[in-house]
């Protein structure tokens, strides 16, 4: 049966990034699953979703590497900006120190990521607006002096946060109609058509591990 | 039956067949089809009624493979449409609701008439608009250009006349037009219908001679409007009074033969007039009146009395018997006869046959909720030898609640992204900081992990490198196994073991390296897991560097960590007055000096680990006790001091130098001479010491070529190399090396030394 018609025809890659304790899983389980969970755990290592999304009648799946925030595993998620073709940098508008971590999460998307990655900024948490630290106005510059997208959403009540992931994926899939994002790149974040091996990460290619040094 | 009909009836149940199982992959019982061949009557297969609840489907087996393979990402995603549309149809009911439209339909036989005046009467008769026409005609052309080439004038001019003669209430697009020979079907909806009809798809079957040619047959047009599915057939039976065999053949000819082919997605195999939802069925059907006499027919009908000649209505009785239109149904027929009457006028045909009046022009129908409001005929119009018939039926269809059927679709989509999620591989691990106890130099200590399957899928984890990274862990640890497979609900453990050797030693020792690593462990085709692994070193003078150990007076563990790193990694001199040894060298040779000159196999025989790591701690500690272990232990505690110094006796920058040179002594010699003050003492100390051991030779039997090999394996320690360099260096190749290594500390052991020790 020729599977053309109802297949998804990309895949992009996702990484959420930014400081710990900003509602980086929560964000992603409110996408996937439409739930908030309250007491959710510091992610210590790169949780992992799954969605399939409509771009202009495009079916895309996204994958989405949701990075532990914690400063001593910086150096291990950086592995993770690897061929994302889409990065949502959070803060927490009620901690200003996580909005002025920005510049140094930004830092490491640009230098890790190729230039036609899509760069979403969110402030999280505007369900508590009686605790606001960060003022939307100067969130709102700061996207724009940096050509980011920005929305500030709450993982809470889920108002936003499908907008930040299908945003991201229609500027994606612009890229890709404009000619400006190279599918054929390795580190794109972008496959077209599935494939059996979707998922590349830091694993697969550079596996050559300890048992064959020892020789 | 036509030979051949039951054939191509069979293989269009085959199509259905295979549709059915590809839904259901649910095998060979499911052939309920198969039972219409043998007992006779056919058991549509309604699936709807196997599946029960929600959790059934979602439980039930079939439904497994998709779902696991879709959770690896390895999906056809297919399979995942697949699903979708099976729950969608599940859950129709919910977000469709019923509408009822009007529908007309019209047949008339022109008789190859051309159309003459308006068709209003009988297409605009009725106060209310129609929702859908179907309007058929037969004998549009009776010429013989339209019977051989199926070509004619009149398809213009009667798609005009009808046209023009719509309700005039309502604007109406054309949506389907289908001519053969002299039958055609025109089929037109009302504008705010047209954007929701779909699958738009026409057929036509010739039943003439042959079974091909079109004077005689059928012509169907189907269609979909929102949810609802229908047909309209307009069809031309067999001709003459006592023919209602052939026209009953002509009926199921045209049922079985007209398959429509039209593009959905998925494809679906053809479909036939019976798999549609509503069914209407006009035309020119011929049955006629038998067994009553014409003359009695005409004064029956004059009295406006019917019943008794339906009676004896061919289609009524054949119908009664269900040789046709089983399933379907006529409304009451409340009309003159619309066959056979003088063209132009209201009157019975004269001829000299003198037929009986029938009514040859019919229209049935077939499916739920569908009522007849109108069945008439149309005499006004008078052009032809039969009147135009015309039936109004208020049909219900379905129609999507576009809000509803959103959100459903939603839901459903996010129920199936949410198994997706759930289908990933999850893990718990007991613990992801693991800390060690202090470690010491050569003490391995180990801890256990427990990864613990939680997900509902068999779970295949790796330790995987970091970026940049050559290995998945730091080279004093070990973990086993590193990779691994857990079946849902087991567990593995892991064993993570910590042992800092004199590889590992000088860089912990200069703060090069630290006992901290953050393991990934990586699920495949899922989430990461960051394991950090963390411990204390205890410093030791065992993987220090000479010119460290030098400046350090007291015992190293009196010495703080800060001095010591600030001693390994500055390139400037302290300012305290340096030993020219270190003291631990000079404690181990004045050790061995005064109690193992004359031991036999001293550096041969191994020492015993628990007495190294006793020597290990007197050295960094301190003690006023003697130094304790056997010569051997001390003697190989002496080895792994000068083992484990970041950079050996010989640096590694003059390695190659001394390979070069080692035949020749006085060259050997000038190398010696570059060396840094303090290795060139440790160099020529233990060399006067090895030349005083071989002066014992005749007691501890050591001859110079044994001690000189092992020195020179020491004191010309390989550089780290990467390992398509090592395996690039064979066997053979190393021997040379090892040769030469051990000729060159050969010259310093037979040659008086005296004078170098001088100029130092």
């Not at chain 2, 040379?736 to 010259?747: E, G, I, P, Q, S």
Request: charged residues 25%; negative net charge.
């Amino acid at each position: 049966m020729a599977s053309a018609p109802y297949s998804y025809s990309y895949i992009f890659k996702y990484i959420i990034i930014g400081d710990m304790g900003v509602g980086k899983s929560c964000i992603l389980h409110q996408f996937t699953d439409k739930k908030f969970m309250s007491d959710c755990p510091h992610t210590i290592g790169v949780e992992f979703g799954t969605r399939i999304i409509e771009v202009s009648g495009q079916k895309i799946k996204l994958q989405i590497w949701d990075t532990a925030g914690q400063e001593r595993f910086r150096a291990v998620t950086r592995s993770y900006y690897r061929g994302a073709a889409g990065a949502l940098m959070v803060y927490d508008i009620t901690r200003r120190s996580t909005y002025n971590h920005l510049s140094s999460w930004l830092t490491d998307t640009r230098n890790l990521t190729n230039p036609s990655t899509g760069i979403f900024l969110i402030g999280n948490k505007r369900d508590v607006e009686d605790q606001r630290d960060v003022t939307y106005e100067e969130a709102k510059d700061f996207a724009e002096e940096n050509g980011l997208m920005f929305v500030e959403a709450s993982a809470k009540t889920g108002e936003k946060v499908e907008e930040a992931f299908l945003e991201t994926a229609k500027k994606i899939y612009q890229s890709i109609q404009d000619g400006k994002l190279d599918l054929n790149a390795a580190e794109s974040g972008v496959q077209h058509k599935p494939s059996q091996k979707p998922r590349g990460a830091i694993s697969n290619d550079q596996q050559a591990n300890k048992d064959s040094c020892s020789c | 039956m036509v030979p051949g009909s039951k054939t191509s009836d069979f293989v269009s149940n085959l199509f259905r067949a295979t549709d059915q199982v590809g839904k259901k992959r649910g095998g060979f019982e499911e052939f309920h089809w198969l039972s219409k061949y043998n007992s006779g009557s056919a058991q549509p297969h309604d699936e709807k009624e196997e599946i029960g609840s929600e959790s059934l489907l979602l439980d039930s087996p079939e439904l497994a493979v998709p779902r696991q393979s879709i959770a690896k990402g390895a999906t056809p995603i297919a399979a995942r449409e697949s699903v979708i549309r099976y729950q969608m149809a599940m859950k129709e009911d919910d977000y469709t609701i019923t509408e009822v439209i009007r529908v007309f339909v019209g047949t008339w036989n022109v008789n190859g008439q051309a159309p003459g005046a308006s068709l209003a009467d009988w297409l605009a008769s009725d106060v209310e608009p129609p929702d859908i026409y179907a309007i058929g005609f037969q004998e549009l052309d009776l010429s013989k250009e339209a019977f051989l080439f199926n070509d004619t004038p009149r398809e213009d001019e009667w798609r005009f006349a009808v046209t023009n003669s719509l309700h005039p209430k309502a604007k109406y697009r054309r949506i389907a037009l289908v001519r053969l020979v002299g039958m055609m079907l025109l089929v037109f909806v009302r504008e705010p219908y047209a954007p929701f009809v779909q699958s738009v798809a026409t057929e036509t079957v010739g039943t003439g001679i042959m079974g091909k040619l079109g004077n005689k047959g059928g012509v169907c047009v189907r269609l979909d409007l929102h949810r609802t599915s229908i047909c309209f057939v307009n069809s031309h039976l067999a001709a003459h009074v006592e023919e209602y065999d052939r026209r009953n053949q002509d009926f199921h000819d045209i049922c079985s033969r007209a398959s429509f082919t039209f593009h959905t997605t998925p494809p679906s195999p053809s479909r036939s007039i019976k798999d549609h939802d509503q069914v209407y069925w006009l035309g020119d059907l011929n049955y006629r009146i038998t067994d009553l006499d014409p003359r009695l027919v005409k004064e029956l009908v004059d009295a406006e009395n019917y019943k008794p000649i339906l009676e004896c209505d061919q289609l009524k009785i054949q119908h009664r018997m269900k040789n046709i239109f089983v399933g379907f149904k006529e409304g009451e027929i409340n009309f003159r006869p619309t066959y056979k009457y003088d063209t132009g006028t209201d009157n019975w045909d004269s001829s000299e046959k003198n037929r009986a009046p029938a009514w040859c022009d019919r229209i049935l129908w077939k499916g739920d909720q569908i009522k007849q409001q109108h069945y008439r005929s149309h005499p006004q119009l008078c052009i032809s030898d039969h009147k135009p018939v015309s039936a109004v039926f208020l049909s219900e269809i379905r129609v999507v609640d576009e809000v509803k059927y959103r959100k459903i679709h939603e839901e459903v989509m996010k129920k199936l992204d949410k198994l997706e999620n759930e289908f990933l591989p999850q893990v718990m691990v007991d613990n992801t900081e693991v800390i060690f106890d202090v470690l010491r130099f050569l003490e391995p200590q180990s801890k256990e992990l427990i990864i613990a399957n939680t997900g509902q899928v068999p779970v295949q984890f790796e330790f995987i490198k970091k970026l940049d990274d050559t290995s998945y862990c730091k080279d004093w640890l070990h973990i086993e196994p590193f990779t691994g497979f857990i079946k849902p609900g087991e567990k593995c453990d892991i064993k993570l073991e910590v042992y800092v050797d004199k590889k590992s030693a000088c860089k912990l020792n200069s703060g090069q390296d630290k006992l901290y690593d953050i393991l990934v462990l990586h699920l495949e085709g899922g989430k990461d897991i960051f394991i950090t692994v963390t411990g204390t070193y205890e410093r030791s003078c065992f993987g220090s560097s000479i010119e460290t150990l030098v400046y350090v007076t007291v015992p190293i563990r009196e010495v703080p960590i800060g001095k010591l790193m600030e001693l390994e990694n500055s390139k400037d001199t302290p300012q305290s007055q340096p030993y020219a040894i270190p003291k631990e060298i000079w404690f181990l040779v004045d050790h061995l000096y005064r109690y193992g000159l004359k031991q036999q196999h001293l550096f041969e025989h191994p020492g015993l680990h628990h007495e190294v790591i006793q020597i290990r701690n007197w050295l960094d500690n301190g003690s006023s006790d003697p130094l304790p272990g056997s010569v051997h232990s001390v003697a190989e505690a002496l080895l792994l001091l000068l083992e484990s110094t970041a950079e050996p006796i010989i640096p590694y920058n003059l390695h190659n130098v001394c390979l070069g040179a080692s035949s020749n002594y006085l060259q050997c010699k000038q190398i010696v001479m570059q060396l840094s003050e303090h290795t060139k003492n440790v160099f020529l100390y233990l060399c006067a010491f090895l030349q005083e051991l071989l002066s014992h030779s005749a007691d501890n039997e050591l001859d110079a070529k044994t001690i000189a090999t092992l020195f020179g394996a020491i004191f010309l320690r390989d550089p780290p190399r990467s390992r398509s360099d090592m395996a690039a260096r064979s066997r053979a190749n190393q021997q040379t090396l090892d040769r030469k290594k051990a000729n060159f500390v050969y010259h310093f052991l037979v040659n008086d030394q005296s004078e170098l020790i001088g100029c130092s």
